[in-house]
């Protein structure tokens, strides 16, 4: 059995709705330049009822007798001189927002340094990565990351662990995923790590290598579709199979297309995946800092890079 992955990640865990993108929420252009002392002056109506709650948050925070103090502080976090330098910093953060340098933040500007600060907060915390099966003794464990064959999976980091009870007659799966956040979303919301309760599958078939189990409906659930379980312990196969049950397909009230064909998902070893989107969450939290910075940083990584490879071509030439 493969040790847990330990990865840095952040994890910020909030009830708050996602924000519409701009394109989609007039209220995000209308106000996006406004200061945090022109939304304090707003009239209450206006405030409660028409500016988006990602600048009530931003101007709340901008109206501190101290936010100079803290802004500096967060501007730091991302590689700008906020402390010893606070206007130098605003300057430069607005250049590189592509924003006209003013040296006022907006409530926009505000939303986008705590959306980049967030970026930066990662935690060291155990997302399993564990391919492991086992079958014995009336009791069977599947775990791993469910990929769905020839589509996008919504949770790309996910992972699942399926246990079956011969005498019992079932199998339960448990998954926890991470929810990434959209590449254009303006919400403060970064990535949540979510838990889904435990799913339960009647056993149809059970022998010495394969186990066929049946989704348990329960009599809320919807006729739209049905999903079935297909585990093979000889040849390390594990999927899930799901098909159009021939009922009504809705979703809070919206149509659900139905499935033009079975959709097949299958658990498989999660390193490979959960890797590459992890690298390109700590991509994103690096192209969020400073350019001054990041162009020095990188000056200075080809520096050493090219003494590596001409130290590589003199021993290669001796």
Same mark, same amino acid.
Request: contains cysteine; glycine residues 4%; charged residues 30%.
């Given at each position: 059995?493969?040790?847990? /992955?330990?990865?840095?990640v952040?994890?910020?865990?909030?009830?708050?709705?996602?924000?519409?993108?701009?394109?989609?929420n007039?209220?995000?252009?209308?106000?996006?330049?406004?200061?945090?002392? &022109?939304?304090?002056d707003?009239?209450?109506?206006?405030?409660?009822?028409?500016?988006?709650?990602?600048?009530?948050?931003?101007?709340?925070?901008?109206?501190?007798?101290?936010?100079? /103090?803290? /802004?500096?502080?967060?501007?730091?976090?991302?590689?700008?001189?906020?402390?010893?330098?606070?206007?130098?910093?605003?300057?430069?953060? &607005?250049?590189?927002?592509?924003?006209?340098?003013?040296?006022?933040?907006?409530?926009?500007?505000?939303?986008?340094?705590?959306?980049?600060?967030?970026? &930066?907060?990662?935690?060291?915390?155990?997302?399993?990565?564990?391919?492991?099966?086992?079958?014995?003794?009336?009791i069977?464990?599947?775990?791993?990351?469910?990929? !769905?064959?020839?589509?996008?999976?919504?949770?790309?980091?996910?992972?699942?662990?399926?246990?079956?009870?011969?005498?019992?007659?079932?199998?339960?799966?448990?998954?926890?995923?991470?929810?990434?956040?959209?590449?254009?979303?303006?919400? +403060? +919301?970064?990535?949540?790590?979510?838990?889904?309760?435990?799913?339960?599958?009647?056993?149809?078939?059970?022998?010495?290598? !394969?186990?066929?189990?049946q989704?348990?409906?329960?009599?809320?659930?919807?006729?739209?579709r049905? +999903?079935n379980?297909?585990?093979?312990?000889?040849?390390?196969?594990?999927? /899930?199979?799901?098909?159009?049950?021939?009922?009504?397909?809705?979703?809070?009230?919206?149509? !659900?297309?139905?499935?033009?064909?079975?959709?097949?998902? &299958?658990?498989?070893?999660?390193?490979?995946?959960?890797?590459?989107?992890?690298?390109?969450?700590?991509?994103?939290?690096y192209?969020?800092?400073s350019?001054?910075?990041r162009?020095?940083?990188?000056?200075?990584?080809?520096?050493?890079?090219?003494?590596?490879?001409?130290e590589?071509?003199?021993?290669?030439?001796?």
């Amino acid at each position: 059995m493969k040790k847990l /992955f330990i990865i840095l990640v952040l994890a910020v865990f909030s009830n708050s709705s996602i924000a519409a993108d701009e394109t989609e929420n007039s209220g995000m252009k209308k106000y996006r330049n406004y200061t945090p002392q &022109q939304v304090k002056d707003m009239p209450a109506e206006e405030l409660r009822n028409v500016m988006p709650m990602i600048y009530v948050e931003a101007a709340r925070r901008g109206a501190f007798a101290e936010s100079e /103090f803290f /802004f500096g502080s967060e501007l730091n976090r991302l590689m700008y001189p906020g402390i010893h330098d606070y206007k130098t910093a605003v300057l430069a953060f &607005q250049k590189d927002l592509g924003e006209k340098s003013t040296g006022v933040l907006t409530v926009w500007q505000i939303s986008q340094l705590i959306r980049r600060v967030r970026a &930066q907060k990662f935690v060291r915390i155990y997302f399993p990565n564990i391919y492991w099966s086992h079958m014995g003794n009336g009791i069977a464990h599947v775990e791993g990351t469910v990929k !769905v064959l020839d589509e996008n999976i919504h949770w790309p980091v996910n992972h699942h662990k399926v246990k079956c009870y011969k005498d019992e007659n079932y199998c339960e799966v448990r998954q926890i995923m991470l929810n990434l956040p959209k590449p254009k979303s303006n919400s +403060t +919301t970064i990535y949540q790590v979510l838990e889904d309760g435990p799913t339960m599958y009647e056993v149809i078939h059970w022998d010495d290598n !394969v186990i066929e189990a049946q989704y348990a409906k329960s009599p809320i659930d919807s006729n739209c579709r049905t +999903t079935n379980l297909s585990l093979n312990f000889k040849t390390k196969e594990f999927y /899930f199979i799901t098909k159009n049950a021939g009922g009504k397909c809705e979703l809070l009230g919206e149509k !659900v297309d139905k499935l033009p064909k079975p959709r097949i998902s &299958q658990i498989v070893d999660g390193e490979k995946i959960i890797k590459e989107e992890f690298s390109k969450i700590a991509k994103a939290a690096y192209d969020v800092l400073s350019s001054d910075f990041r162009k020095k940083t990188e000056k200075i990584m080809k520096k050493y890079e090219d003494e590596a490879a001409e130290e590589e071509k003199k021993k290669s030439n001796q």
